[in-house]
């Protein structure tokens, strides 16, 4: 059985769901994509090569899930007009929650980085279905819709998240739009 973050339903109504998680590690690689599904293969071969064994001790770490991702957000910025991070996205596995920074075996690949996720809440929507641009938009919208008509404040960028291996057929696919929510979590209108 595949290890998962653990969490915390504090509310749930259809397929939205706020969750308290406590604190984890996460390994992440940042890629150049054009799309989430482009982004997720390429930062997935990467990451997984890390935990099959491409890493200074040459030891195995197991699989968890699910597989995250995030586009960087655009940012304008002043004279002159730039925009950073059109097709940047962060890849990430969260590690099994018996590794510390300490403990976790050293990667090869420099692109690898750790990241230390201190305890948080986070709204989710789960859906079904191909892990494409528009399922995902589609879900970013209902999210950002609930979270207005319930008065949560978002924080950072949305994630996807993705549950299972690409030769489950998408009806039984599980994957998630989520995002942080900013301090605590307000009462409801």
Request: proline share 6%.
């Amino acid at each position: 059985m595949t290890d998962s973050p653990k969490y915390v339903v504090i509310k749930k109504e259809n397929q939205i769901e706020i969750r308290e998680y406590p604190g984890y590690i996460q390994a992440e690689v940042n890629v150049q994509e054009t799309n989430y599904k482009k982004a997720i293969e390429a930062g997935f071969d990467i990451l997984a090569d890390y935990i099959f064994g491409n890493n200074t001790s040459q030891q195995k770490v197991d699989m968890t899930n699910p597989v995250k991702v995030n586009q960087s957000e655009k940012i304008a910025m002043t004279t002159p007009v730039t925009v950073k991070g059109e097709d940047e996205f962060t890849v990430a596995f969260v590690m099994p929650s018996a590794y510390t920074l300490e403990t976790l075996p050293v990667p090869r690949d420099a692109r690898i980085r750790f990241d230390s996720v201190p305890a948080h809440r986070m709204v989710s929507i789960r859906f079904s279905g191909f892990f494409n641009q528009e399922n995902i938009q589609k879900n970013k919208e209902r999210l950002r819709e609930w979270m207005v008509n319930n008065c949560i404040e978002g924080e950072g960028e949305f994630i996807i998240a993705g549950y299972n291996p690409p030769w489950i057929p998408g009806f039984l696919a599980r994957n998630e739009v989520m995002i942080k929510i900013k301090d605590k979590i307000p009462k409801t209108k």
